[in-house]
């Protein structure tokens, strides 16, 4: 299995980004995708997490009253709506796919930065 994501770039404050990850090959139900972002010289955190079920699950009320992670079980994709970004959103984001009972799984993608500008 493998996720791509996509969708970064660089914004205003204030401005919108949509991120996306796309899943190759054998995906579960019973599973928890995420988005993490690791801004240099901190360690990568989690931002928003979706269960297969579609329950979510944010860091900080701050990020949920700006963010919005969904998911498509049909198409194996993952999206996270960035609005009203400030700086400090500011890092490479990586998502994950992660299934805690057989068949296991921990799978990350290759990341994409979001650099926002005051």
């Known amino acids: 299995v493998q996720l791509q994501a996509s969708g970064g770039g660089s914004v205003q404050t204030g401005g919108s980004l949509r991120l996306s990850c796309a899943a190759s090959g054998g995906i579960f139900s019973g599973d928890v995708w995420g988005w993490y972002r690791q801004a240099p010289g901190t360690q990568r955190e989690l931002v928003a997490s979706?269960?297969?079920?579609?329950?979510?699950?944010y860091a900080a009320d701050s990020i949920e009253d700006r963010f919005t992670i969904s998911r498509d079980n049909r198409k194996n994709t993952m999206t996270l709506q960035m609005n009203n970004l400030k700086p400090e959103d500011t890092g490479v984001y990586y998502c994950?796919?992660?299934?805690?009972?057989?068949?296991?799984?921990?799978?990350w993608g290759q990341g994409t930065q979001v650099t926002v500008s005051s």
């Open positions: 979706v269960s297969s079920g579609g329950t979510t699950n």
């Open positions: 994950n796919a992660r299934r805690a009972f057989a068949p296991r799984y921990n799978i």
